[in-house]
């Protein structure tokens, strides 16, 4: 086991087991352009991630400043997803029922475009949402909605505190992992969440990316993968307690957690998931090391199928620009001497290059006449609502998928 002088951010133990991925570019920093200059300056580090054996948090230890990761240059707009869409919708009618229209208001830090708070802003439900990127407050503001461009930390809870009071409900979904200083958030939420509101966290989850060997969730911006364990240790140390979980197939395994500062009874489905997690080990070690030995397999696999597929001579593209890609494909050494380009439906991706491997990005409307041999299936975790729509489409090619195996199917 090799230890580290990297401290966990959750517990303040030392971090175990270092996995170093080399040099990395920012995941979601697409290039506008490809030439000498860009490629020069493009900005890498050396990307490590570890584990913490006394709190099961997984995290990157060197993680880049974050106004390189937001700032107005944000590639990343959660609306492309019709079926995250309708997931979010769900989640909001649910919230609704706990809210009194007249008095509440609900607070969402990483409100992206909008896609959530959208259905409060239509209904006229009180909302504030909260993002570090200028671009997506933008985007969010045209579809209605209240938005704010800051970090959220100590300092903004106090300014929304004095403008707009406590909050009674606070939600976070696929953000929390993306913040380095997660105590001076969980700092920022005791002093804003009111005495009987919930917070509402929902992000990648531990046992799911063990399990399917997704190590392509972490990346330069998605610093951390949670677990019950590594909340209820956070949380607790703000006297703000997990009381129930619900599970989700989104994004390869999600969880969403309910947190509280009243001592509620804690739910069967809670204890049920901090027994699953014991039972598959998260505080061991060997946990981890397999589950690193299973992405480097799963890495070396993509990338001599690629090589045998492209001396065969044939078209090789991708099918969504995701930031997680970005840690395969980098790491793996597949770049655009392999992969012909990569389509993708979000507007501001169109035309620009995947960081550090430089693989076009082309709008996915010229999918089905380009008809390329084979499409790598970068978002796996929209795989139902894509191939649907390309069958739809009438596309061929043959789909290729990675994790949890290299997998291909003939679909169309
Ligand atoms: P994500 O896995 O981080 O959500 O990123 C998914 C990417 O795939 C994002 O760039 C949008 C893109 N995408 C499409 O191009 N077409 C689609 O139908 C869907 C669902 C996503
Ligand atoms: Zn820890």
Redesign the pocket.
Known sequence: MNKSDCLCRVCSSTISDIFDFGNMPIANNLMPVINDTYTKNEYKYNMKIGVCINCSSLQIVNVPEKELMFNNQYA?F?S?????KSHFEKLGNKVMQLMDKEKDYILEIGSNDGIFLKYFADKQYKHLGVDASENVVETAKKNGVNALCSFFDEETSIEINNKYGKAKIIVITNTMHHIENCQEVAKGINNILAEDGTLIIEDPYLLDMYKIGSIEQVYAEHNFIWSLHSYKTLFEKHSIKLFDVEHFDT?GGSMRYYFSKQNLNKTSTMQEYINLELNNKIFDINTFIKFQENCINISKELYNFVVSKSKEGKIIAG??????SATTLNYSNIDKNLISCI????PF?IGKYTPGTHIEIKD?KLFTKDSPDYTILF?W??KK??IE?EKNNKSKTIWVEYIPELKLTYEN
Request: cysteine-free.
């Open positions: 990343y959660a492309q997803s019709e079926f995250m994004h099918y969504g620009a995701t930031a997680k389509y993708d439906s979000t991706k996915a978002a975790n929209h609502e894509i729509k």
